[in-house]
């Protein structure tokens, strides 16, 4: 299979030597001193010349590996805040979405704790990318270690992406408790009159 080229703008790549990440427009591992070699016209790329950041974020690639490019500078991780609307406004279930499955339980049980709710909101908003960042790295890590170059591609693939599952899912239980706390609304109203007419009010 032809190697795919990393267009610029679109993201960075691993050294094929140590894995360490690869700003865009890198001649040479930072950490390695490896050579970058080019891949295609208009592209550069790392050993396989596989843009690996796309393959496993899948949907809105672009944004991401725009965002990734802030945590690391000149091939040093480095957390840098930045805003995520989907993170802030679905937390719980972005984090599902993009398979943080840890994150998405202690963010579940964190955002319970009534003083401190919205506070973690926030925070998803502004840790969200990076938090993703890290689950992404490790992961591709952990497949490069373990997986052959001609069957990379794929496990990427499986490995990131999305849970399509997620979107109605949430959209059935959201709507169930809209529904619940409208027929609660209703009820306590109900009882409030009931009650004022039982005792003459």
Not at 3 to 15: A, D, E, K, N, W
Not at 51 to 58: H, N, R, Y
Not at 167 to 172: M, N, Q, R, T
């Amino acid at each position: 299979m032809a190697p795919i080229r990393v267009l610029p703008g679109r993201g960075f790549m691993f050294c094929a030597k140590c894995g360490r990440d690869l700003p865009e427009g890198a001649a040479f591992c930072m950490n390695c001193g490896a050579p970058v070699k080019p891949d295609l016209p208009g592209g550069t790329a790392a050993g396989s010349g596989i843009d690996e950041i796309g393959l496993f974020v899948g949907k809105n690639s672009g944004y991401y590996s725009t965002a990734f490019r802030k945590f690391n500078i000149r091939g040093v991780e480095t957390f840098a805040p930045t805003w995520n609307w989907a993170a802030f406004l679905y937390n719980f279930w972005w984090m599902l979405y993009r398979k943080l499955y840890l994150w998405a339980l202690a963010w579940f049980f964190l955002t319970l704790i009534p003083i401190f709710g919205f506070a973690f909101w926030i925070a998803a908003g502004i840790t969200g990318n990076y938090l993703y960042y890290r689950h992404a790295t490790s992961k591709i890590r952990e497949a490069k270690s373990v997986q052959p170059p001609d069957q990379l591609t794929a496990v990427l693939v499986e490995l990131g992406g999305v849970n399509g599952w997620v979107i109605p899912v949430a959209v059935v239980v959201m709507t169930g408790f809209l529904l619940l706390a409208i027929l609660f609304g209703y009820g306590v109203g109900f009882f409030c009159s009931f009650a004022r007419k039982g005792v003459g009010i």
